[in-house]
Structures are given as structure tokens and as C-alpha cells.
């Protein structure tokens, strides 16, 4: 019997700036270091879900408080340097949040600024601006949660740090949401399962994160490696709604996947992939990533995000098999793919070959960082 329609029915519109979840403690209200900051935030990759069931299943509620958006998937995930830039600037004399003219993203940018700014107890008028990479939104590098990640890590640090990243990582997890296309006063508070927020406030680029966002394991890959991020040139425009709703159609494949495959993926990754990784062979990490993307049927239930994505798949496995990439794999629910490479040449003709759109990147291991504070 089909469960998507009982499981999708928690997602609906939510207010912009209304606080969901656990809230950290924060002794409060907070005292600003400085008047202003940048940070810059990388992006992550997510290779796969540890349990995809867990992706369907309603987020649990706190204490009463509004749902959060948080669901227990686990997520294993590259970290690369492909940067969303936010700045925060107070505001005498205002108690507003408002974003510059030319912000990117500027309804999530509200929404993150209008959250911190009720968990650490403050009035002050902020002026956000953020910007990013120049790719549409729903493609799998999680811009939605970065936005609000590189907003909610310029106010923490604008405000002398009072959330720990962990804690503040939960806190992004459960007030996540994405655009409504024409409203700017509400969200669609999509599942999040913690990589986006983890990418820039823990070290390492390669990551799991456990269930209820708990950052789990950080490692690093070697220096010689690159990534190889593929495209389609024509990928689907759609706001969260629209995407949440053909993702829901696919909720059945989803738990089907979950519950064959969850058990040897935790294995593996814990007795096999990790142990590796930490001595350096990237290849048996990849062979999960792939195995889980190309064998255990991930792409195909992720299928709706690009009508070729299952022709695009057939194209690229190549660069998977004859050892030209130690990682192929799709990000998120795609449509974009990548690789992790010693060969970024070799990769990137074989992704072009397949009609796929390419652009670069490399590993990043640093978290984010801050550009300059007044």
C-alpha cells in the first residue's frame, strides 16, 4: 500500500522567520563583537543517504514546540570549495531585518537572520546581503541550506559565537526551508538531515552525519585529488513545492531502498570505507558511493529530478568502472553528478561527452571562514 500521501501530509507552507525545534540555550540577550562581518560557507556534496527510509518518515515534534524540519537519514558528503558568501551588517536606529538590493536567495537569508536573531534574544536592525555560486536553485548542492548556514554562522560569530556549531547545526536542521516561487512570507520546510550546516562549522571534507544531525565522523582526501561536478544543460526549474511534490511521489522507493539496504551500508561504511579512507584509499569509499547510487537503486528513485537522469547515469559509469574516478556519484537527489579524481582531464571529457555541463572543484577541509569583521 502507498504511503506518500500520509507521509508528505506534515510538509506545508510555514511563516518566514517562525522558530521550529529545539532551541539551544543561549545565555541572552547577546552583546555584538563589532558592527559587521563576511563569512564565506562551502558547499557539500551529498553522496548518499545512510538510511533513505528515514528521508520519508515525519520529523518528530519538540516539546511542543512547531515541527522542525530534521529527519534521521545520516548523510555521507564531500566538502568543496565552491563558496556562498553571506554579510551582516547592524543597523542603528532599526529593528528590522532587511537584505541589500542585489542579496541572493533573499526570502532564506530573512528567514535565517529573523530565527538567530529570536534564539540569541536580540532587536537589533541587520542588513543581510548574501551571494553564490551562479547555478539554479534544486540541483543537488544544497544552496537553500547553505544560504541559511552562511547567514546563521555571520550572525553567531557577529554576536561573539554563543552557539556551538553542533547545537547550531540542529538549530538549522529544524528551521530549514526552501522558496515558494511568488511568496515571500512563507516556506516550504523541506526534510534537511544536517550536511550543508555541517560542511562549514565542522572540519573535514569528507563527512557523516548520524541521525537528528549529529556530526559523526571528518576525515580529509589526499591533496592530489579534484572534483569534477556534471550537469545537465537544461536542469528542471521548480520551487520546493513542485520538486517536494514529485520527491513524494517516489517516498514507496525510497522506503524500499531503506529498509534492503540500510544495514549493509552502515557496515560498510563503519568495518570498510571509513577504515580505509583514514589510511588514505579513497577507492572503497567510492565503491559504497557508487554501489549505493549505481546498484542499489538511489538513482532510479531519484529519477524525477531530470527526465535523462537515468540515460545520463548509463553514460557516465564508465568513469566509475574503468577507474578513472575513486568516487562517482549523484548529489543529493541530482540532477547533478560528480567525481572525485586523480584524472580531472579524463573525467571531465567522458561527463562531456554525455552532454553534461562541467565545472570545477577541489576538496575543502577548513569549514568556513571569516573575510573580514568591523
Known amino acids: 500500500m502507498s504511503t506518500a500521501p500520509e507521509t508528505a501530509t506534515h510538509f506545508r507552507p510555514v511563516p518566514v522567520g517562525l522558530l521550529r525545534g529545539r532551541r539551544p540555550a543561549v545565555p541572552g540577550p547577546a552583546v555584538p563583537a563589532g558592527t559587521g562581518v563576511e563569512v564565506r560557507h562551502p558547499t557539500r556534496l551529498n553522496a548518499m543517504a545512510l538510511d533513505p527510509s528515514k528521508i520519508v518518515g515525519t520529523a518528530a515534534a519538540d516539546d511542543g514546540e512547531p515541527r522542525g524540519s530534521g529527519h534521521p537519514a545520516g548523510e ?48 537589533d536592525g541587520l542588513l543581510v546581503h548574501t551571494e553564490g555560486v551562479d547555478l539554479p536553485p534544486h540541483v543537488g548542492l544544497g544552496s537553500s541550506s547553505a544560504t541559511m548556514a552562511s547567514v ?15 547545537r547550531l547545526i540542529r538549530f538549522l536542521v529544524d528551521n530549514h526551508g526552501e522558496e515558494i516561487d511568488g511568496r515571500s512570507d512563507s516556506l516550504m520546510p523541506v526534510q534537511c538531515i544536517g550536511g550543508s550546516a555541517a560542511a562549514g562549522l565542522i572540519p573535514g571534507s569528507v563527512q557523516v552525519v548520524a541521525g537528528n544531525a549529529v556530526p559523526l565522523l571528518s576525515a580529509g582526501l589526499p591533496a592530489d585529488y579534484r572534483i569534477v561536478l556534471a550537469m ?11 520538486s517536494l511534490q514529485e520527491e513524494a511521489r517516489h517516498f514507496d522507493d525510497f522506503l524500499r531502498t531503506g529498509r534492503r539496504h540500510a544495514p ?40 524525477f529530478s531530470h ?17 578513472a574516478a575513486d568516487v562517482l556519484g549523484l548529489s543529493s537527489v541530482g540532477p547533478l553528478f560528480f567525481a572525485v579524481t586523480r584524472t580531472e582531464q579524463k573525467v571531465t571529457e567522458l561527463f562531456r561527452d554525455a552532454g553534461l555541463r562541467t565545472f570545477a572543484a577541489r576538496p575543502w577541509s577548513e569549514g568556513y571562514s571569516v573575510v573580514k569583521s568591523w
Open 152 to 166: 546563521a554562522v555571520a550572525i553567531n560569530e557577529l554576536y561573539g559565537r554563543p552557539v556551538e556549531a553542533r
Open 307 to 323: 527526465p535523462r537522469l537515468l540515460e545520463f547515469a548509463d553514460a557516465i559509469e564508465p568513469a566509475f568502472t574503468n577507474g
Open 76 to 123: 555521507l558528503f564531500v566538502v568543496c570549495d565552491l563558496f556562498r558568501t553571506a554579510r551582516v551588517e547592524i543597523v542603528p536606529g532599526s529593528d528590522e531585518v532587511t537584505t541589500t538590493g542585489h542579496c541572493s536567495r533573499p526570502v532564506l537569508a530573512r528567514h535565517a537572520a529573523s530565527v538567530m536573531r529570536e534564539l540569541l534574544g536580540i532587536t
Open 232 to 242: 545537465p544543460a537544461d536542469p528542471t526549474e521548480w520551487d520546493a513545492q513542485q
Open 264 to 303: 549493509d551500508i552502515a557496515y560498510r561504511l563503519i568495518h570498510q570505507a571509513w577504515p580505509a579512507l583514514l589510511e588514505g584509499e579513497v577507492r572503497e569509499f567510492g565503491k559504497l558511493v557508487f554501489d549505493y547510487r549505481f546498484r542499489m537503486g538511489s538513482i532510479k528513485n531519484c529519477s
